[in-house]
């Protein structure tokens, strides 16, 4: 009477391994350079030596005459723009007549070898009229600048101005008003495995087969069909497994494209794997931005109003750059109650890489002079950092002044776990010199609720199929780049069905035969694909209820299923069956069976009424709050990062094995960003294109970071669950420098805090003392 | 009509690969990581800089880790050369393996390779490595993904087991 | 796929004769240590030698011998053989240079000797052909200005090896095979303050030891860099202090990463006799300020490295006065 139902332990533990771990771990794992590529040449590709010019002579002859040398496509052979936003695609997958970076595409060459292909690329003649070239948004915006493109005057791409409520008046009933301008240098995902694709083109049949390191494959099918003028049904897209990407691979990249040509040229198969520097030219990252933030605050830390200004230089083309600097303006809010608020933003064409989406796309740097100007207000007004937030809090469900709908808000119990674990009553204000604590908030959306290309179709599509082998495999559009998303649908799935993990496998991202996806961004996977995972389980658990029903003599509705087994809920042994022999029924008269799940966000998640509302706008948001504890040299400016407590709103930890993964990958992306990770370019050349001179952190420097998982049950979340993967990583740059202020008195409104710069605001800090000093002394 | 320069000349090398003897011919000019990768169609170690920057390509050369990446294939003449492929043995992962994965010190995967191999290097030699041993052992190695914790935890988790 | 120019050569001699010889036959030819400079500048075409002369199997090179008043550290020992081994324990400043070299991997095949002997470096110059060629070259590799210091007509690239500065203040000699024979001089004559030929070394030259005399003093190590691995020190210091009463006996510093070439600190003499106070500290600081040269070479500015050169000074020498002290 009382067996137990088998259970799967891990998934109890919800402490699940990655479904496809063992495959990483033993080398098996084949990732787009490993794929069989025997018979495949060798792409190279050209790229712009000169930052802004017209392209006057182009001559392949030569290249086109070596010995070896298959294909080499130019400008010429693709008239077609690509890009991300539907709206805004200005770019070529090579340049036509005018390049506007070091480093963009001009041509490439498919050749037998490596050897041959880079002896053809010295070959390929190019003159180029050189124009000025802009390095900074300011110079980009002067008057008298010359455009990058002619239809954007002043260089900038688009400029947002929102304001909602009356600010000023709430301004004016503000007890203190301040305001400062800080400066996050641009960044890169730095993912370990360089961009590469592998791409195969059949004359006869005349189709392509792409592989390639992409997070949303779908937007690479479009974006091939649209540049090589290709039926979408004859293209097909796999991504095999793919070496991280944090939005790096979101966008089409340039080489993607650049290879389907050259494939096809070649009438083959080409191979090109991108070297490092390569990897940065492509870039498509965090955009240098100056953030001017103002608040308005009561004595007792109530927020009356903020009013920021954001200036991104967004690199040579249009990329996702309207998209960035709206998120920078829309996820001011969200996060705290700000009744009145004025944004300004500005998105700035310069003669650089391309920025993009990264990790926290567009929120980060606001987030972090935001946290900043909050601390140092609260400092003045003489509030503790934790009581100023929760003087501010929301009060869900509500929408907030621009449209963005909160249901769980687990931010409270986010405060209250740091506060606690960090010792921070205890330790603040007593901390010996050199040392510092500080604190800060965050949030990010669990997938944007209204899709970039709006197709009427759902969110997400997830197809489970089970077959006489009563395996269940799950079939997911989903690009799984190491964040554990194929491991989630598993989970999702068996959950629902209450079968072992184990007899459910996922195959993710084959356009032959998998639905399709929005991909991997805005940490929509969970949330989306959770949901429709689960959709498509329960189409499939009513159809196995019911031939269970059958077979048992049943009613449906007094059938369960756990552990395997389905029986009549209060009947004893005999009224009961096992998995396989209830799919085996389920299969009679129908054969293999295959059901569709479905997620579609409501309209009213979908955002504000005004222009660009939607972005922002999602089903539930992360919360996260951390606190950092530091050590600085004030003799060499180095900081140190001693420990990180974190605690995280994901709605509910369908894994918490991952969730925990996904926080301290995120928090240390923070911790990268704040720093020591930089571009820098010399000329627009990029002095930090490898990883010794771009500084993603050692183990040595990385802060043991400990974690608490807080879960406020979404009520729209698949199982409750919200993002995780996002929510914490802005958080830990303003806490950082908060910290820095806590342990030496000084405010940087700078990021990264390299020891240099440290040093020179210590150095300033001296020499105003002295001043001061010399101006007592005189008067 | 331009031509190519001919193919470099080989030579035979001859080195122990995963505990197994065996001869190739290679250019002098190629690197170890090219070996494994491209002669031996080891894929299981990855690259992800431009030389002697990221610890991706890290294996064993005579039970020392080092960037295959900067190393001469010919150089490893008579070397015993261990990559990940040779650190699962008769179907079982190796208690680093299993610890990665079941810790998950492994997310994307493709620094897990040569983080694997410089932490066997280390077990090797310290069998009860503290958290600075290990931050020590894979300081040349970086990961994107983890933030390092749960890196760091896997090895611990693997020392505890006897191999 | 070979990311290394096709064609290259590798020789492999077992002594140091051979390996003069193999070398001498080969005037495009280059030593190979580990090969952790040497190989990745080749990866970028910043070298580009058609023969490499491995010293890898050069057992002479290799040891660490104890002889009378002499440690005599062979060219080929590993970074990570020196940094463990005994006999260099008390030679506290060379183990501490030593751990902080690159990475492990690295320090498991890099050799003394191309420590000593690695490049300058330069952010215009450790860059791929693309770059380079895009930015017309420069003044230290087929290129006829220097994007540092336009005006100038001397290259600037730092020298930015660890060991040397950690050797110096022991006052070592080192042992040289030539062609022509073998000759002995102070390491610090090895180092020439010119980014473009930063060593003293003629064509096919060797260096096949380092000499340290025994009964070293106290001393230490201690580099800024932005990371806590990987990253070359943006300026390095090394100091040995004898002191007897609270007052400076001998005193001696020496630099990496702001000049291009390591060197000692002049005019330390002047401290002898003296306390270890504030005022010391400061005039040392001041002397550091005065003879570094960091050039715009780094991504990080010149002055900080001349800013923290000093201020490693200063604590190094606290520190060891105070453990002397105590
Ligand atoms: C990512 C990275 C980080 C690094 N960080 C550091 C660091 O922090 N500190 C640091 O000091 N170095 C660093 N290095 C540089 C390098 O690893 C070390 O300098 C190393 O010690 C060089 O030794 P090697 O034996 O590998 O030299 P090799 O590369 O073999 O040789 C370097 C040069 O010296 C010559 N040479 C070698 N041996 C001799 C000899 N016996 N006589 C004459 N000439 C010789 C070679 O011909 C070559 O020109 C780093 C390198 C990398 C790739
Ligand atoms: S200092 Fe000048 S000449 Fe020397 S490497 Fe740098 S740019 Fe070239
Ligand atoms: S591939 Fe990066 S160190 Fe070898
Ligand atoms: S797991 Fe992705 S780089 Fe380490």
Redesign the interface.
Known sequence: MTSEPIVDAKLAQRRVPLIDGIDKVTGRARYTVDLDHADALVGRILRSPVSHGNIVRLDVSKARALEGVIAIVTGDDCPYTYGVLPVAMNEYPMARGRVRYRGEPIAAVAAIDADTAEQALALIEIEIEKLPAYYISEDARAPDAVLLHDNKPGNIEREVHHEFGDWQAALAQADLVREEKISCAEINHAQIEPHACLAEYDPLTERLLMQSVSQVTYYLHLMLSRCLAMDESRIRIIKPFVGGGFGARVEVLNFEIITALLARAAAGKVLMALTREETFLTHRARPQTDVTVKIGMKRGGKITACTCEVVQRGGAYAGYGIVTILYAGSLLQGLYDIPTLRYDGYRVYANLPPCGAMRGHGAVNTRHAFECLLDRMARELGLDPFEVRRANLLKPPLFTLNGLMVNSYGLPECLDKIEQASGWKERIGKMPPGKGLGMACSHYVSGAAKPIHWTGEPHAVVNVRLDFDGGITALTGAADIGQGSSTMVAIAVAETLGISLDRVRVVAADSAVTPKDNGAYSSRITYMVGNAAIDAAQKMKTILTEAAARKLEARPEDIEAIGEVFRVSGGGEQSSLPFHEVAKAALVDRGAITVSGTFTTPVEAQGGKHKGGAVGSTMGFSYGAQVVEVSVDDATGQVTVDKVWVALDCGHAINALAVEGQIEGSVWMGMGQAMSEETRYLDGLPAHASLLEYRVPTIVESPPIKVFIVESHDPNGPFGAKEASEGALASFAPALVNAIANAIGIDLDEIPVTPDRVMQALIDRRRQARLAQSVRAAS | MHAPSPPPRKRLLRLKLNGRWREDAVAESDLLVDYLRDVAHLTGTKTGCDGGECGACTVLVDGKAVPSCITLAVRCEGCSVETIEGMATQGRLDRLQRAFHEKLGTQCGFCTPGMIMAAEALLRRNPNPSDEDIRAALAGNLCRCTGYVKIIESIKAAAEVTP | ??????????A?PHSIEEAIAARAQNPGSRF?GG??DL??NM??QIDTPNA?I?L?RVDEMAEIVAKGDILRIGAGVTI?SLAGDASIAPYKAVVQAAEGI?????R??ATVGGNLCQDTRC??Y???E??R???SFCLKHRGDTC?VAPQGQRCHAAYSGDLAPALLVFNPEIDIAAPKGCRRMPLADLFVEDGRAHLSLTEGELVVAVRLPAAPPPSAYAK?R??????FP?AGVAVALTSSGGKVGSLRIALTGTNSRPFLLADTDRFAGRAVDDKLLQEIDRLVQKQVQPMRTT???S??RR??AA??A??LVAQLAGQGAA
């Open positions: 796929m070979s990311t290394l120019a096709s064609g290259l050569r590798v492999h190979l090969g952790t190989i990745v990866r970028r490499l491995d890898s990570a690159a990475g492990p991997g690295h498991n095949m952010i215009y450790n860059q791929s693309w770059w060629s895009a930015n994007h800024v932005v990371r806590g691995a990987i990253d943006l991504t990080a500015s002055n900080y800013v923290a201020a490693l200063r604590r």
